[in-house]
């Protein structure tokens, strides 16, 4: 596995290379990233992953300065992983202010991005730079984070770029819970508590599995639950797979998504409706 921080050092190393599978990342990795890693070797002879806490898809009031950052340990578990991986400082992407900026579909106003004005369209922007950098023919996402995977998937059809985009499923704990980064920042009785926001999700996709079409019923029944649990919901809502607009009944492809705080800690979760599944 070879480190590389610059662009110029990255595109010398990469310019023979013609079977490219591209990861990015934020680091601090976990199981879920390193799933994801090894799906890339089935898609491309080479395997670069990037690992770079982007300042643009932050918030003023957002976790940036205390996002982890374990770059050497990073480093140790994917030694044996993948090819290349690209950590430039946050002044070798942004040698100078941004000024250019992709503007996402307008879903990236819903949800997540309610909750988190410009995250999207930050997190959109340099998923476009680095895919110019790393010109791979693949590139893979984790579905945890669906609407950020709907929206790539946008970005890349409407603006021709010419990669496939592979979507990898969530890896969870034994007890449900999504992995993820953030999981860290939640005490023990949160850490036990953070279970149930996916226990809740599955529970809707059996209600709709089992014939339920009420879903402004069955999302506010979960908002009111998860709250007198002491959760900050931002939103449980039914959505179409395709769009993410909310669920349309005549639709058989839905995905029930969330997203709530348990104390400092901010959740995502999602479970796919397939009714031909």
């Known amino acids: 596995m070879q480190l590389i921080s610059t662009i110029a050092a990255l595109r010398e190393r990469l310019k023979q290379e013609h079977s490219i599978a591209f990861i990015p990342t934020m680091g601090n990795l976990h199981e879920g990233h390193l799933n994801l890693m090894r799906q890339g070797r089935q898609h491309g002879k080479c395997v670069v992953a990037s690992i770079f806490v982007n300042p643009l898809q932050f918030g003023p009031s957002e976790d940036f ?6 770059l050497e340990a990073d480093c140790e578990k994917l030694a044996d992983i993948v090819d290349v991986v ?42 476009l730079k680095l895919l110019n950098i790393v010109q791979p ?12 995977l709907h929206i790539i998937r946008e970005m890349v059809a409407q603006l021709n770029l010419p990669v496939v985009i592979v979507g990898g499923e969530t890896v969870r704990a034994a007890d449900g819970l999504a992995l993820s980064s953030r999981n860290q920042y939640l ?22 599995l ?8 069955l999302q506010h029944d979960a908002v009111t639950m998860l709250s007198k649990r002491g959760w900050m919901v931002d939103y449980v809502a039914i ?7 909310p669920a349309d009944a005549q639709q058989r492809d839905w995905v029930v998504i969330a997203a709530a ?3 400092r800690t901010r959740l995502l979760d999602n479970v ?5 599944a």
Not at 65 to 70: L, V
Not at 210 to 217: E, I, K, N, T
Not at 239 to 245: E, F, G, H, M, Y
Request: aromatic share 10%.
């Open 65 to 70: 300065e205390q996002y982890p950052r374990t």
């Open 86 to 127: 690209f950590a430039p400082a946050v002044n070798e992407m942004y040698p100078v202010r941004q000024s250019v900026f992709v503007e996402p579909p307008p879903i990236a106003d819903e949800w997540c991005g309610a909750a988190r004005p410009g995250h999207f369209r930050g997190m959109a922007t340099v998923v």
């Open 137 to 148: 023919q693949v590139a893979l996402f984790g579905k945890k984070d669906y609407q950020q």
């Open 187 to 208: 005490n023990t009785v949160e850490r036990e508590e953070a279970t149930f926001l996916h226990q809740t999700l599955r529970d809707i996709s059996a209600k709709v």
């Open 210 to 217: 089992g014939g339920a079409r009420d879903f402004m019923a």
């Open 239 to 245: 959505c179409n797979q395709s769009d993410l607009l």
């Open 261 to 263: 705080k348990l104390g």
């Open 272 to 276: 796919e409706i397939g009714l031909d």
